[in-house]
């Protein structure tokens, strides 16, 4: 499926985008494991999300829904997921395949996960050798990458584990293999990075202490169900926030986004680049902050990214680059090279897409150099990457010329109802099939 994008498009009026990716893949793994039935609300509906229910499902986990954002899970407590009848496929999931790896190492079966073509790429090396040093029995494909083997009935020893690098889903896997671990289990982060896993686990009465960068959990406890509502995703949100204030005369308002401060990096870096950003109405959701955000149109100027933010804003990256490129002058981002390892190589992939576009795009090892300039309009390719679609579609907002965008069925992955919502605010865009694209 295809993109198919005019320009003059707008970008006016209320939203609510669909619910928090993170915090859905951990409501349900954390659900499934506890004592009680855990009801979820405003959960994620696409694919990644999906991808994680499902395994818990062919694990004996019995889960309703999701159906408008509800999910009923009936925990079968700690101990009690069953083997799988088969391999669990993820998808383009790498959230599910690391912290699933976690929580998994201590199981008594073997469990082997395998992904799509972009997952099946990806770094996995970064959870086994922690998970072996706890004891865990850890199969890789060639050179670390997926099919993920745990092998059953390993006894798991505690951790006192320095993250190589900032990943909330390799501090997440420890935490969560700690949870079965024999004493106690410790992770220490070289940046904050997103902390979901850590609230989430207070939320179901699990004692986490976090000191700076230290978290701290102790293992053989139990967890006790509870609620979770969870927010509309701030990294889908992004794409909005970017396209408002790119989009001359946009006047946009989007409702109950999380603003949790491991994520708002995206709000950080657009301010300090002129952005006319107003964050109202916060408050507190289960254990979550939340905010009504409105996002106008501003002129905005290149800047040097602090790297303080870079893991505060790691998805919303590729849009960030578009908001460069819409920039007057120079951006500059450093510290990055985290950005090769998702979906794509978001700063090839993105270089690649605007240089197509017409605009000076210059990838470096550990990010990229864009001169702010004029979008004209070009056929770009997603390569497998959600995010990477969405971001070339809010180009269009200030393109000369029609973009077309191939391979964006993974946009479901992340944001099902992108191109209706889209279409919805204002920006000119179809979706199309790749046989009618020549
Ligand atoms: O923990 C999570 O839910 C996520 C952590 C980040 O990955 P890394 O830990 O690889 O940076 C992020 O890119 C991903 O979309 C979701
Ligand atoms: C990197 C992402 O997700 P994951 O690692 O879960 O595939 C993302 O959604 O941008």
């Given at each position: 499926m295809e993109f198919l994008l005019q320009p003059g498009g707008q970008m006016r009026g209320t939203a609510r985008v669909p619910g928090d990716k993170s915090i859905s893949h951990r409501s349900i793994m954390l659900g499934a494991i506890a004592?009680?039935?855990?009801?979820?609300?405003?959960?994620?509906?696409?694919?990644?999300?999906?991808?994680?229910?499902?395994?818990?499902?062919?694990?004996?986990?019995?889960?309703?829904?999701?159906?408008?954002?509800?999910?009923?899970?009936?925990?079968?407590?700690?101990?009690?997921?069953?083997?799988?009848?088969?391999?669990?496929?993820?998808?383009?999931?790498?959230?599910?395949?690391?912290?699933?790896?976690?929580?998994?190492?201590?199981?008594?079966?073997?469990?082997?996960?395998?992904?799509?073509?972009?997952?099946?790429?990806?770094?996995?090396?970064?959870?086994?050798?922690?998970?072996?040093?706890?004891?865990?029995?850890?199969?890789?494909?060639?050179?670390?990458?997926?099919?993920?083997?745990?092998?059953?009935?390993?006894?798991?020893?505690?951790?006192?584990?320095?993250?190589?690098?900032?990943?909330?889903?390799?501090?997440?896997?420890?935490?969560?293999?700690?949870?079965?671990?024999?004493?106690?289990?410790?992770?220490?982060?070289?940046?904050?990075?997103?902390?979901?896993?850590?609230?989430?686990?207070?939320?179901?009465?699990?004692?986490?202490?976090?000191?700076?960068?230290?978290?701290t959990l102790q293992g053989g406890g139990r967890l006790s169900a509870v609620h979770i509502d969870v927010p509309a995703d701030i990294s889908s949100a992004a794409f909005f926030m970017v396209a408002a204030s790119i989009c001359p005369n946009a006047d946009l308002t989007?409702?109950?986004?999380?603003?949790?401060?491991?994520?708002?990096?995206?709000?950080?870096?657009?301010?300090?680049?002129?952005?006319?950003?107003?964050?109202?109405?916060?408050?507190?959701?289960?254990?979550?902050?939340?905010?009504?955000?409105?996002?106008?149109?501003?002129?905005?100027?290149?800047?040097?990214?602090?790297?303080d933010q870079v893991p505060l804003a790691i998805d919303e990256f590729p849009v960030l680059f578009v908001a460069a490129a819409c920039a007057e002058g120079r951006t500059v981002l450093t510290g990055a090279e985290e950005l090769r390892v998702k979906e794509s190589d978001r700063i090839q992939v993105m270089a690649d897409g605007l240089q197509a576009m017409g605009i000076s795009a210059v990838p470096t090892e550990d990010g990229i150099v864009i001169e702010g300039g004029q979008i004209t309009g070009a056929t770009v390719n997603s390569h497998h990457d959600h995010r990477i679609a969405m971001s070339f579609a809010v180009a269009s907002l200030r393109a000369t010329k029609t973009i077309r965008i191939q391979d964006c069925d993974n946009v479901a992955t992340s944001f099902p109802n992108f191109v209706e919502l889209a279409a919805s605010l204002g920006m000119q865009i179809e979706q199309v099939d790749a046989e009618s694209a020549s």
């Open positions: 004592d009680g039935i855990t009801t979820v609300d405003g959960f994620l509906e696409g694919e990644d999300a999906l991808s994680t229910l499902k395994a818990f499902q062919a694990m004996g986990v019995q889960i309703e829904g999701p159906e408008n954002g509800r999910v009923v899970i009936h925990g079968v407590g700690r101990d009690g997921l069953k083997a799988p009848a088969g391999d669990l496929y993820v998808g383009n999931s790498g959230t599910s395949m690391r912290l699933l790896a976690g929580l998994l190492a201590g199981q008594n079966f073997d469990v082997t996960m395998t992904g799509d073509v972009s997952l099946s790429k990806r770094p996995m090396e970064r959870v086994a050798a922690p998970l072996r040093a706890m004891g865990a029995v850890v199969e890789t494909g060639e050179g670390g990458r997926p099919p993920l083997t745990l092998r059953g009935g390993s006894k798991l020893q505690g951790i006192d584990y320095v993250l190589p690098m900032a990943s909330a889903q390799v501090k997440s896997c420890v935490l969560l293999a700690g949870l079965y671990a024999e004493g106690q289990t410790r992770t220490t982060e070289p940046a904050p990075t997103r902390d979901h896993s850590e609230r989430m686990l207070r939320g179901f009465g699990y004692d986490v202490h976090v000191a700076g960068p230290v978290a989007l409702e109950h986004v999380g603003i949790n401060p491991t994520r708002v990096g995206v709000i950080n870096i657009l301010r300090a680049m002129g952005g006319d950003i107003t964050v109202f109405n916060e408050r507190e959701v289960g254990g979550e902050p939340v905010a009504d955000i409105r996002i106008r149109h501003a002129k905005l100027k290149g800047i040097n990214i602090p790297e």
